[in-house]
């Protein structure tokens, strides 16, 4: 069975602070992708990142970092020098290439960023 | 850049009624995907679809529901009879090949009284 959790449902941070969305996922295929997702308040789900699961180099965009460790089937996100902007639900999510074609979401996880 | 759009943005309807939620997927995208998201909960996987045909669909996608690719660039759902549960966001996505990141829509906004 394919299943993604985040266990955090609720963050609350100061501005400025460094955050860490968690995200674990269970997969039995080999080849398959991680996908985060941000959905601010307006409500539309804008893609940030995708990782296949043969690359697990860390990856940094800007403020935002990723880091997938197979060894522990997670895949964490972390907003350094958090901004109010920032404030939003995020989803982790997954696919597999071996099966249907359809991306699960984690439940997601609803980060308040307090001026 | 190009982009999924989704018309209308908010639907109110009475129970019972049929409603159409229309999108436009990316042009060169192959496959389309709707989605829904009940206030405040997880993002749920409805149906998938690809040449013409569904590919796959959830256990929420019931007899009530159908989806329609009319003319080659239209994406439609339909309810058939809304129940108040149908009330939620629904997101339409498209891929242009299989693991391609989903571009989504910004979302309808579905009511029902």
């Known amino acids: 069975a394919q299943k993604v959790t985040q266990a955090q449902t609720e963050i609350s941070v100061v501005e400025k602070e460094d955050v860490t969305l968690d995200c674990v996922y269970e997969t039995r295929d080999t080849t398959y992708y991680l996908f985060w997702y941000k959905q601010p308040p307006s409500g539309e789900l804008v893609f940030l990142i995708r990782?296949?699961?043969?690359?697990?180099q860390n990856e940094i965009s800007g403020r935002y970092s990723w880091n997938f460790q197979k060894s522990t089937s997670s895949f964490n996100f972390t907003i350094t020098a958090s901004q109010v902007v920032d404030s939003a639900v995020y989803f982790c999510?997954?696919?597999?290439?071996?099966?249907?074609?359809?991306?699960?979401f984690g439940k997601g996880t609803r980060l308040h960023i307090l001026p | 850049e190009p982009e999924v759009t989704q018309t209308p943005s908010h639907q109110v309807t009475q129970m019972g009624q049929e409603v159409i939620l229309r999108c436009v997927p990316i042009s060169n995208h192959l496959y389309f995907y709707w989605y829904r998201q009940i206030l405040g909960q997880k993002v749920e996987f409805l149906v998938s679809?690809?040449?013409?045909?569904?590919?796959?669909k959830s256990e929420i996608f019931d007899d009530q529901f159908s989806v329609e690719r009319p003319d080659g660039s239209n994406f439609t759902l339909k309810i058939r009879s809304t129940k108040l549960e149908d009330s939620a966001m629904y997101f339409c996505a498209s891929i242009e090949n299989v693991n391609s990141p989903l571009h989504f829509g910004n979302g309808t906004r579905l009511t029902v009284t």
């Open positions: 990782r296949n699961s043969f690359d697990e």
């Open positions: 679809f690809y040449n013409n045909e569904i590919s796959e």
């Open positions: 999510a997954l696919i597999s290439s071996d099966r249907d074609d359809k991306i699960i």
